[in-house]
């Protein structure tokens, strides 16, 4: 009776098993000019070859623009802030996304010798398993310590309890300028960097005055921090025309993790 009693335990007991997984997820960032040069349709169009999971945009009208470029996109979620940069019209700051939003907030920076103000918009989401905070920004180039994108870090980014947090846009700076570089020292990494991609004679800003571009170079980024992911694609898009003064970027992260489920035999 005892040895029946065992087997029925064992058939009808339940199991914790972790799976590692791994998930591949898209994301943009791109500085529109408030729509000047391109309409939500027309960038949508442009956008859609690459299969995005989330864009960030910035310098981006109010209202709807956000959401008719994910109407193009089967992306309807959408997230637009309420801080213009610079107080100049049509200069915002949104999250489009293909899986549902939460927790939406937008951060105002004021910074020294700088524009003000800048802000970050951010949201979280999941996608396939991959629990995620996004930021998407504007700020000026940083000229101290005291700069928007140094207050960003010191007073939210290193605070975050988040595993998993994407922050992307317009950075006004180079990757290996000193507020960047405190910013991949605090365990943000750059995804040119995972590539190991040669940005010396790359450049965002301006695809229209190539000469003045590659004195700018790329300021435009996607960076990342979590302890199981690695980059795996990174571009710059070339747009002929340019839809903006600044060019489009992408790139794919690889997040590894850990699912547990339970396993119940009958």
């Known amino acids: 009776m005892k040895k029946l ?7 009808t007991t339940s199991f914790l098993i972790s799976q590692s997984l791994n998930a591949q997820v898209r994301v943009a960032a791109y500085n529109v000019l408030y729509g000047l040069s391109g309409s ?3 960038i949508g169009a442009m956008f859609r070859p690459y299969n995005l999971d989330m864009i960030g945009f910035n310098e981006v009208p109010n209202g709807d623009w956000t959401a008719r470029v994910g109407k193009v996109l089967g992306m309807k979620y959408v997230y637009v802030g309420k801080i213009s940069s610079a107080n100049h019209k049509d200069k915002y700051k949104s999250i489009l996304s293909r899986t549902p939003l939460k927790n939406t907030e937008e951060v105002a920076l004021q910074g020294e010798h700088a524009w003000n103000p800048a802000s970050a918009v951010y949201a979280d989401t999941e996608i396939r398993g991959v629990k995620i905070r996004l930021y998407s920004l504007h700020v000026c180039q940083a000229r101290n310590l005291k700069s928007h994108i140094d207050r960003l870090r010191e007073k939210y980014l290193s605070k975050e309890k988040k595993k998993n947090i994407i922050v992307l846009g317009d950075f006004n700076d180079k990757i290996e300028s000193p507020a ?3 910013l ?3 365990g ?4 040119w960097k995972d590539l190991n991609m040669n940005l010396e004679k790359a450049f965002t800003w301006n695809p229209n005055n190539p000469k003045s571009g590659l004195k700018e170079g790329v300021i435009d ?3 990342y921090k ?3 992911a690695k980059a795996s694609k990174a571009e710059i898009i070339e747009l002929q025309p340019p839809l903006s003064d600044h060019k489009p970027v992408w790139a794919e992260i690889d997040f590894k993790f850990r699912k547990k489920s ?4 009958k």
């Open 180 to 182: 960047l570089t405190r």
């Open 5 to 11: 009693s065992l087997f029925l335990f064992i058939l």
């Open 40 to 42: 939500p349709e027309q």
């Open 226 to 228: 979590s302890k199981s």
């Open 184 to 186: 991949q020292e605090a």
């Open 221 to 223: 980024h996607i960076f």
């Open 188 to 191: 943000f990494h750059a995804c």
């Open 262 to 265: 339970n396993f119940t035999t």
